[in-house]
């Protein structure tokens, strides 16, 4: 029965993948669609770099961010109210994400192949949260009346066109990307098979989902608890795909998806995970050292990194992982680590005791560590990055800065705070001592940071 009943949705869904890629493909329709513009007669390709020139000239009129995000919201459930029960009770940091989608399109427009790349997996994943192609459509008319309510007077029909052309293309990427998905699930059902406190703010959480969940290791999926439906959080899974899955979580704060797992979760208890996001994975080819950088519960990622790369190390290439923890207490996995390092000679790991203090302690250990005549050059290295979006930025910054390709450095999606509380574990986007980074990952001389800008949005922070 569920086969068909899953066979029934799937065709639903790809017809109607269908119909919105024809309004999508067929000649424009007057930006909005009520007749308030003269409409656009022919359709143009897509010109990416005009339009972000367009988008950029008029922001003044639309930002901050927040006022056009609620009044889009507003727009879109009063006039479809049962769409409320998509989203979370709190909209606070699906705000926050769709202020930085709004960043990412801007700041991509001009890459298409990596705005519809990005967007294509977004499609995927968020077919977990009942989103349907139709969808996008309510949304796209939502944002036009919300552009038009906070420009007022100021706006200009080549702007909305721009924003439009803009929106369009990623939706009809994420339509591409949910419907080229069809074959996999929505999301998995995962029975927690142990539950570990570690100390007063993190537990490691096993879970077997009820049927294979691929990823690769570096990844991370959205999970959600039954506690708090709607509401999902990212989590790395510290281990290679197996039966089960681990994930290492730190409490950040009363009544979070993160309090959930820590506080109220228990063996037999079902979480649901959403497909594997990332692209912070090892190459096919292994052919280069690497470096870790890990702060914190950061050290999953360096764990399911350093346990393909074990079983997948061409002889002589070698791996060092430094470990940022903020007290000597704070060694939550410190016996797994203990006994991956003591059996592979080709793993040094520098533990670091940084309590955010002191500026920049983790980083200037491994810049130390690759300075001087003696010191291990980083620029032949691939890099991996992980940990409180502060690190994040700090580490891109400072190994460009020594001369490491942007390429090279790979790192989690820069978490998404919330506009009112920019700050994820004290570490606040922006403020890590990175010269002129603005919470948008961009510089205010208007230079990317190297390896910000593809990953600026994606995750939430962990609460
Ligand atoms: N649990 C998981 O699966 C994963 C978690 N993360 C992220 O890792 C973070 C871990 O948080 P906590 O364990 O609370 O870490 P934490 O706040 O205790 O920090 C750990 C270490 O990171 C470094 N650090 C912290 N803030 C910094 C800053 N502003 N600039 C430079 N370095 C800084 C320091 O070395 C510090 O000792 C979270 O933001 C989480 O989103 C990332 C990947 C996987």
């Not at 490691?204 to 049927?211: C, I, K, L, S």
């Not at 039966?243 to 506080?263: N, P, Q, Y």
């Not at 080709?346 to 309590?355: P, S």
Request: glycine fraction near 10%; include cysteine; proline fraction near 6%.
């Amino acid at each position: 029965m569920t086969g068909h009943h899953d066979d029934y949705h799937a065709l639903l869904a790809r017809r109607e993948a269908m119909r919105l890629r024809d309004n999508l493909l067929r000649p424009s329709r007057s930006a909005g669609g009520d007749g308030g513009h003269p409409p656009t007669q022919t359709f143009q390709p897509y010109d990416g770099l005009a339009d972000q020139e367009a988008i950029t000239r008029s922001l003044a009129a639309v930002t901050p961010f927040n006022t056009l995000i609620d009044r889009l919201y507003e727009a879109m459930f009063s006039h479809h109210p049962y769409l409320r029960q998509l989203f979370p009770d709190s909209m606070e940091f699906q705000q926050a994400h769709l202020e930085q989608a709004f960043w990412y399109m801007i700041d991509n427009l001009s890459r298409p192949d990596e705005l519809t790349g990005f967007f294509a997996r977004l499609g995927r994943d968020h077919r977990r949260l009942g989103v349907l192609p139709v969808h996008y459509e309510v949304f796209e008319a939502a944002l036009v009346a919300a552009l038009r309510g906070c420009a007022g007077r100021a706006w200009t029909v080549e702007a909305e066109e721009a924003w439009v052309r803009m929106v369009r293309t990623c939706s009809a990427a994420m339509v591409n990307g949910a419907e080229r998905a069809i074959g996999e699930p929505v999301s998995w059902n995962a029975t927690v098979t142990e539950h570990e406190r570690r100390g007063p703010d993190v537990a490691v959480v096993r879970v077997r989902p009820g049927e294979p969940y691929p990823f690769r290791a570096g990844q991370y999926a959205r999970v959600e608890s039954p506690l708090m439906p709607h509401t999902w959080r990212p989590y790395t899974p510290a281990c290679v795909p197996g039966e089960e899955l681990e994930f290492h979580v730190r409490r950040t704060g009363a009544g979070g998806v993160s309090d959930a797992l820590v506080t109220h979760t228990r063996v037999g208890d079902e979480l649901r995970l959403g497909p594997a996001q990332g692209r912070a994975t090892l190459d096919e080819q292994l052919d280069r050292d690497v470096l870790i950088v890990a702060g914190g519960t950061g050290w999953a990622t360096a764990k399911a990194l350093l346990q393909e790369f074990s079983h997948r190390r061409p002889a002589g290439l070698s791996a060092h992982l430094f470990l940022g923890k903020r007290t000597e207490a704070d060694t939550y996995d410190e016996a797994a680590l203990s006994r991956m390092e003591e059996r592979s000679p080709w793993l040094r790991v520098t533990r670091v005791l940084d309590d955010g203090r002191q500026g920049d302690t983790l980083m200037d250990a491994v810049l130390k560590a690759g300075a001087g005549a003696g010191g291990t050059d980083w620029t032949r290295h691939t890099t991996f990055v992980s940990g409180p979006a502060g690190l994040v930025a700090s580490a891109s910054w400072r190994l460009a800065e020594a001369g490491v390709p942007a390429d090279r450095v790979r790192h989690d999606p820069l978490p998404v705070t919330s506009s009112s509380n920019s700050s994820t574990h004290g570490a606040p986007v922006g403020q890590a001592g990175v010269p002129g980074m603005t919470a948008r990952g961009m510089t205010t001389q208007g230079m990317a940071a190297p390896a910000m800008v593809r990953f600026t949005m994606g995750a939430s922070a962990q609460r």
